[in-house]
C-alpha cells in the first residue's frame, strides 16, 4: 500500500524566498507531525494536527513557519523569508492516532537555502 | 532537557556479529520508546518499540531492553547483516503529550563484510 509521500523531495531556494512543502499521509491516519532535521542530527518535532485541527505547534522555530492541513488529509508546511539556518531535511509523520501508535515516516524534503 | 541521547556516535561491527546501540534518555514522563532505523535519503523506519511498564521485548533479530532506574534503553541486533548498516535513533513519548517524538542525536552502524 501507498506509505507517507512528501514533496517535493529537494528544494533549493534563495534566502528571502517562501517555500512551501507538502506532505500525503496514509489514508484514514488521523494524526500528521512535521519534524525538522538537521545534517546529523535527529528529528526535532515542529507541529501536530488530529485531523484538520493543529494542536501543538510549540516545536515550530518562528512565526515564518506556518502549517495547515485544512481538510484533515494532504498537509503544507510554508517558511517564509527562508533563512541559511532553515537548511534541513523536513519530515512528515501519519499515525493512526493515540501516542501509541507507529508513526510512518515519509522521505523528507531536503531543503538548502542559498 | 527534554531529550533523548546516544552514547555512541558510530559503531562498527563484523558481519554475523551481534551489535548494541545505546540510548540515555532524560524525561522521567516517558512511557513509550523506540527504536527507529534510517537509512541515506530516507525517513525513519520503524525497528520495534517498548512501553514503559516492559524490561525487555524481542521481534525478528532485534531486541530492546529498558532500564528504568537508570533512564536507559538499547538495542540489540544479533547476527548484524550489510543491511543493517544505517544511523539508529531512539525516541520516546509520552501518554500525556500528542505523541510528538523526542529523538536521540543517532548512531552510525557500520557492518564490515
Known amino acids: 500500500g501507498a506509505g507517507v509521500s512528501q514533496s517535493p523531495r529537494y528544494k533549493v531556494a534563495k534566502r528571502g524566498q517562501d517555500v512551501a512543502l507538502r506532505c500525503d499521509p496514509i489514508s484514514g491516519h488521523v494524526s500528521l507531525f512535521w519534524y525538522q532535521q538537521a545534517l546529523g542530527q535527529g528529528p526535532e518535532f515542529l507541529t501536530y494536527f488530529q485531523n484538520e485541527a493543529q494542536l501543538d505547534k510549540s516545536g515550530l522555530p518562528s512565526d515564518r513557519f506556518f502549517a495547515e492541513r485544512p481538510e484533515g488529509s494532504v498537509s503544507t508546511l510554508k517558511i517564509q523569508r527562508t533563512q541559511q539556518e532553515d537548511s534541513a531535511v523536513y519530515l512528515c509523520a501519519s499515525s493512526l492516532g493515540s501516542s501509541y501508535n507507529e508513526q510512518f515516516f515519509g522521505p523528507g524534503t531536503r531543503l538548502t537555502v542559498l | 532537557g527534554e531529550s533523548v541521547g546516544l552514547h555512541l556516535p558510530t559503531l562498527s561491527v563484523q558481519e554475523g556479529d551481534n551489535s548494541i546501540i545505546n540510548c540515555a534518555y532524560s524525561n522521567s514522563a516517558s512511557d513509550y520508546f523506540i527504536w527507529y532505523k534510517q537509512e541515506s535519503g530516507k525517513g525513519p523506519q520503524f525497528i520495534i518499540d517498548?512501553?514503559?511498564?516492559?524490561d525487555k521485548r524481542q521481534g525478528q533479530r532485534v531486541t530492546v531492553l529498558l532500564n528504568k532506574t537508570v533512564k536507559h534503553l538499547s538495542l540489540q541486533i544479533a547476527a548484524t547483516q550489510p543491511g543493517d548498516s544505517a544511523v539508529y535513533f531512539c525516541a520516546e513519548t509520552a501518554l500525556s503529550s500528542t505523541g510528538k517524538l523526542i529523538f536521540g542525536q543517532g548512531t552510525t552502524l557500520q557492518v564490515k563484510p
Open positions: 517498548i512501553r514503559s511498564n516492559m
